[in-house]
């Protein structure tokens, strides 16, 4: 349903003053009715029953409609926005090195400073998933040398069992990983060989 939205006031004309002027009419039958002879420049439309049985009806089949109307512009902007964030940024609003942005995902060309998850990663560390969570941290190297390209560190997370690696960056040129070694104390030796960075401490229980 279309609701008016031409309703206009009524306005006296130049000179008729600021008061409705009403004319007493005799019934003839003991009642009296009056009628307004106030001079109007714009004729103003009557309130009627009908016109809030209108608005009432349409407010009412709008708050009873669970559904969410949205128009055609509103909806592709909530949409690019949507999209736009999953594939672009993070939370953080940095560069995105996840699906769909970048898959597979050479970590050399990984140079922002960023915290994200890398998958189908290349140039990962030997040893480690090429599925990992990555953190890249960056000092422009002013007043520091080298500064050539500034300094980036690389810390690479593997997402199966937690092994880290971590790397720099220095003159442009990628360093080797470096794989933080993990402990493990038993009092058993080792029944395999043992996964990149991993150590056995053997002891006396």
Do not use: C
């Amino acid at each position: 349903m279309s609701l008016r939205t031409d309703y206009k006031d009524a306005i006296p004309a130049s000179g008729a003053g600021t008061l409705r002027k009403y004319q007493q009419i005799d019934n003839g039958d003991g009642t009296f009715s009056f009628q307004d002879v106030t001079e109007y420049s714009q004729a103003g439309d009557k309130a009627q029953a009908g016109v809030f049985n209108e608005i009432g009806e349409e407010v009412n089949s709008h708050t009873s409609d669970a559904t969410v109307h949205l128009q055609a512009g509103e909806r592709d902007k909530i949409n690019g926005a949507v999209q736009g964030s999953v594939a672009n940024t993070d939370f953080l609003g940095k560069t995105n090195y996840v699906y769909p942005a970048q898959n597979p995902i050479d970590l050399n060309s990984v140079v922002t400073e960023t915290h994200e998850f890398a998958i189908n990663a290349t140039n990962f560390p030997t040893g480690f998933s090429n599925h990992g969570f990555l953190d890249v941290s960056k000092f422009d190297g002013s007043g520091f040398a080298p500064a050539t390209g500034g300094v980036i560190k690389q810390v690479y997370t593997d997402y199966s069992n937690a092994a880290r690696a971590v790397r720099t960056k220095i003159n442009d040129t990628w360093g080797d990983w470096r794989i933080e070694s993990t402990l493990t104390l038993s009092t058993a030796a080792p029944t395999s060989t043992l996964a990149p960075g991993k150590l056995w401490g053997v002891y006396d229980a």
